[in-house]
């Protein structure tokens, strides 16, 4: 008989009976990584042996005890972050943002460590129970306990909104120290960042601005006034630029916009000695494109610029006709309506950014008037 005939096959089953973790040596596997959290914390982190670790928290999820290391690991970083909440209440004065960011900093950097050892428990176990993964995790811990801590919340806004207005009456601040901390608000979420900065920081800028433009507009002329405007927007988008987010951008000169131009539009229009009659009448180019370029910005700006000159050039070519109507030289009468026309044309192309509708007005009264 050949040998292959003689062959037999043994066919291979898996084992009938999985092998099961004892509690105790789950529990003895926990402490090992709940030891190493703490290393991890306490600035020890070179003691800690990743692949050992990560060994561990695998075969913990691996025999179903990943309940026992997520909500272990939950505790441990909890009891951390309120040791650090503690120190950063007890600051005083300046340092209580730096103090903050510093626990910030370390809590963030130890918590990709911690993720990096829970990966397999963050792939694995953490969907399958919908559980937030680890990284998600502690930016939310973080947020509970130390950023909504009753010691912190309330000081934190304060503190930059504090820092924010010494700055604006020209004081020298820190703006990395403020640019690190918002950045940190938003890292942390969008609507903390809303939520503990950005809505109070538009709340006392709209009071601010409000007062700003009420003392202006009582002493300077027209001119002067927009200028003021002008500055006040390059300083915010200077200050979004330096330490806040760009998402902030908008907002704030929204803000500025409303309470220094649109609750204002008429009275800079019909300002004496200065609104824009005086403007157009003394070809004052840089106020009239000031004032086209902010009061595009907010809403019926333009139409009451465009409404105010189109009746003004009107009334100026009727002035005009009617006292040409008494010369004997239709030559000067002719002369003098086309300098009418290009010096308007003029203002439209240098102050009015050569607008088509400003054109086609003017354009519409000159055809009026040469009717007579």
């Not at 509690?23 to 914390?41: R, S």
């Not at 157009?280 to 840089?286: F, I, V």
């Not at 006709?321 to 002719?334: A, G, H, N, Y």
Request: glycine share 2%; proline share 2%; hydrophobic share 35%.
């Amino acid at each position: 008989m050949s040998n292959h005939h003689m062959k037999k096959h043994f066919p291979i089953e898996a084992f009938k009976h999985k092998v099961i973790m004892d509690p105790n040596i789950a529990h003895e596997n926990w402490k090992i990584i709940e030891h190493a959290i703490h290393q991890i914390y306490n600035h020890n982190a070179n003691a800690v042996a990743c692949e050992v670790i990560y060994r561990h928290a695998y075969n913990m999820v691996l025999q179903n005890f990943g309940e026992k290391l997520y909500s272990g690991l939950v505790a441990t970083m909890t009891s951390h972050l309120k040791e650090m909440a503690t120190s950063i209440e007890g600051t005083q004065g300046d340092s209580f943002l730096e103090e903050l960011n510093k626990k910030w900093n370390h809590h963030h950097k130890s918590l990709q460590m911690i993720r990096d050892i829970m990966m397999y428990m963050d792939n694995k176990y953490v969907p399958n129970a919908q559980k937030t993964p680890v990284y998600e995790l502690g930016l939310n811990l973080w947020t509970e306990h130390v950023i909504y801590s009753e010691q912190i919340k309330t000081r934190l806004s304060n503190t930059l909104l504090d820092l924010i207005c010494r700055e604006r009456v020209g004081e020298d601040v820190n703006g990395e120290l403020i640019r690190n901390t918002t950045k940190m608000l938003m890292d942390l979420g969008s609507s903390v960042y809303e939520q503990e900065f950005e809505t109070p920081f538009l709340q006392v800028s709209a009071e601010f601005y409000r007062a700003e433009s009420q003392k202006f507009i009582d002493c300077c002329d027209c001119g002067d006034y927009l200028k003021t405007v002008e500055r006040c927007l390059d300083e915010e988008m200077d200050r979004v630029c330096e330490y806040l987010d760009p998402s902030t951008e908008k907002k704030i000169t929204n803000v500025i916009e409303k309470e220094m131009i649109a609750n204002y539009t008429l009275r800079l229009i019909h300002m004496e000695n200065s609104g824009l009659l005086n403007m157009l009448r003394d070809d004052k180019y840089e106020d009239l494109c000031r004032m086209y370029n902010l009061f595009c910005r907010v809403s019926d700006g333009f139409y009451k610029i465009f409404e105010v000159m189109i009746l003004h050039v009107r009334k100026s070519f009727k002035e005009l006709i009617t006292q040409l109507e008494r010369s004997d030289d239709p030559s000067e009468f002719v002369q003098r309506l086309l300098d009418e026309q290009h010096k308007y044309e003029k203002i439209i192309n240098l102050a009015f950014n050569n607008d088509k509708l400003f054109q086609y007005a003017l354009y519409c009264s000159f055809e009026v008037f040469t009717d007579f």
